[in-house]
């Protein structure tokens, strides 16, 4: 497993210019998109508002970037909806303190969210262009407490485990084995699970060795493709 980036945490550096432009519709996204649909943790709200969607889009969709929807990332990858980061986030229940992991880097936006809500985050991402890009990303922004790997994150990073809080962002056929067993006692999983089309956002916590889950809303992710995911992406 090749690690792209490595560096002690770092204060997040300011936007150069001072000024930023997305301000007014990140807000408005914060409002609509969020509050109005009962996201309420002031924790993830202060996190969404703190990173900058539009620096992880693509530059000809920036404009795009605070819209209530996926947008593609290359590679026919998508970065998900405001809305989706936000659920994902809010279950995990992070007070700060966690060791987090990330499943499907993409172009790194979850993971900048999750860093600040917590001490470090892992994030792995199977597609090496992908991860390359989205580690100078994250660096070039100054989220210095996430480290991102490139390889098969169905297999979980053993090396690292256990985690407090595991976060797939792609859909798998059925939970990975080795994710759940790479969690920490009352560590949380979030994932979705389904095929193609369907898809449930499932929560799972872990009590000594019996896992607890919680199915959450219906949801659509690009397939999570690996040794303890599909083999093939599923046909649409
Ligand atoms: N969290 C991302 C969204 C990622 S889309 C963001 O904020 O942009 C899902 C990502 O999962 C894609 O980049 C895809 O390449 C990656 N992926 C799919 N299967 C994977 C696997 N087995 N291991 C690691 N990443 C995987």
């Keep these: 497993m090749k690690l792209f980036s490595d560096h002690a945490p770092t204060e ?14 990140r807000s408005e996204m914060i409002e609509t998109q969020l509050r109005r649909r009962g996201v309420t943790d ?9 990173v900058p969607r539009h ?11 605070y819209e209530d929807v996926p947008l593609p990332i290359g590679e026919g990858q998508t970065i998900s ?3 989706i980061v936000a659920a994902m986030t809010v279950a995990l229940g992070l007070t700060g303190t966690e060791r987090v992991l990330e499943i499907g880097t993409g172009c790194g936006y979850q993971a ?15 597609r090496s262009e992908l991860a390359s890009t989205a580690a100078a990303r994250l660096e070039k922004l100054g989220y210095g407490n996430v480290h991102v790997h490139c390889g098969d994150g169905t297999l979980g990073l053993s090396e690292l485990a256990p985690f ?8 798998a056929p059925a939970v990975p084995e080795p994710l759940r067993a790479q ?8 994932l979705p699970v389904g095929d193609a089309e369907n898809q449930e956002l499932r929560l799972i916590e872990r009590r ?4 607890h889950t919680l199915v959450l809303e219906g949801c659509r992710f690009v397939p999570l493709v690996g040794y303890h995911g599909w083999k093939e992406p599923p046909t649409r």
């Design 12 to 25: 997040r550096s300011e936007e150069p210019s001072g000024k930023d432009q997305f301000a007014g519709p």
């Design 42 to 50: 002031s924790r993830v709200l202060a996190a969404m508002a703190a």
């Design 55 to 65: 620096e992880f889009v693509p530059k000809e969709l920036r404009h795009r970037s």
């Design 81 to 83: 909806q405001p809305y």
């Design 112 to 126: 900048a969210v999750l860093s600040q809500l917590t001490k470090i985050v892992f994030s792995v991402e199977s």
């Design 164 to 171: 407090d809080a595991i976060l797939v962002a792609a859909a």
């Design 183 to 190: 969690l920490a006692e009352g560590g949380r999983l979030i």
């Design 208 to 211: 000594g060795n019996s896992f």
